[in-house]
């Protein structure tokens, strides 16, 4: 069999994140499967698994990835670090054109780069195999449980980051001294069940949506002695825009034809957690200007999404794990301090998985190499020149520096 490398980056983001696509164990799992695989590690001082664990599982550690059939990173890579004419697997953020990342998509079509995006990574229905979903959802839910308790509660909570683990994470929201309040949860995904499970572990009942729609809008506190949910689908948070029913497919294959239905939401809801999938055709759930209305009650968002002025308009940047929140002034539309009398407290840290880098890259390692490593070298060790199979094509955004047929409206963006 003809020997195969893998190659594993040292993440180039500021601030550095702890997280790796691979961790030690699956990268022994996979040596011992593919006889005469080699899997380089760039080393770091800061990845959540030292240099020394992937020594142990079989790995050599050296800066020079060259030879590596594919290198594996986790977010956005340095253009410095892109050589030309190399296969690469990470999360690019461009697949919505996203303007902060143009630059590195170009740089990739010039240099002829081949690109896999686990944004891409499917199975035949469609939904994604690898993520770190999940895991935001735990993490951006705690953080809206901390965003409440340093509001409204009693307690002076620790972030996830300090806590360090999810075991520890379940054991302090037993106890949260939480007020009479209505979180309002947008999405059903992986996200969104991640933060439905944290919720849960906190003891927070759950209420139907037609139950909200019934109560007066008032303060929630003022009906309830204690905290509720509730979870919103597609189908609660927009309508079509000719007074047509929902229809779940015309919804996804034309968001342009249908308009936010969250407004009686968010006039008895105190705080909303955003894990939807954003389409930027796609209504936003609210305008910026509405938050300056009485009538809005909502004075805190865990944007998890954190789609920069997308479907929550007024998260007008990312914040980062050691300074999370911010706030949005309601009288002048401004960014101000969170936790202020006129403000609306948002989060909007686009890295949560970080927060948790050990069991979030566990979960995400796992699947990497079940749904798409295992399958890449055992087509690589069965023909080097043959096609890789259809699913793992299908992740391919671009194919020495071409893009992916299906993603042809990123033609101008991609500068092709």
Known sequence: MPTLQLGILRESKTPPDLRTPLVPEDCRQLMNRFDGLRIIVQPSTFRCYSDELYLEAGCQIAENLEGSALILGVKEVAQSSLAPGRSYAFFSHTIKAQPYNRSMMQHMVREGITLFDYELMTDDSGRRTVAFG???????????????????????????????????????AKHLALDPCLFLLCGTGRVGQGVLQMLQDAGIQSMEPSEILKSPEQAWSSLHDKPAYVLLESKHMVQSRDGGPFDEATFYQNPAAYQSAMAPFLVRGDLLINSIYWDPRGPAHFEASDIQNPSFRVSQIADISCDIQGS????????????????????????????????????????????????????????????????????????PQAELPPNLCRARLLDHGALHPLLQHLTAYAGT
């Not at 948790?356 to 055992?378: C, D, I, K, T």
């Open 134 to 172: 999940h895991w935001a959802g735990i993490v951006g839910a705690w953080h809206a449980l901390r965003m409440r308790c340093l509001r409204f509660g009693k307690d002076s909570l620790p972030t996830a980051a300090q806590v360090g683990s999810y075991v520890g994470l379940q054991a302090l």
């Open 312 to 383: 929550v308009p007024i998260t007008t940047r990312a914040t980062t794990i050691q300074e999370p929140y911010y706030g949005v002034s309601r009288t002048h539309l401004t960014e101000i301090p969170p936790l202020m009398d006129d403000g609306v407290d948002l989060m909007a840290v686009d890295n949560l998985p970080c927060e948790l880098p050990r069991e979030a890259s566990g979960e995400f390692s796992r699947a990497l190499s079940q749904h798409f490593l295992v399958p890449f070298l055992a087509s690589l060790h069965a023909d």
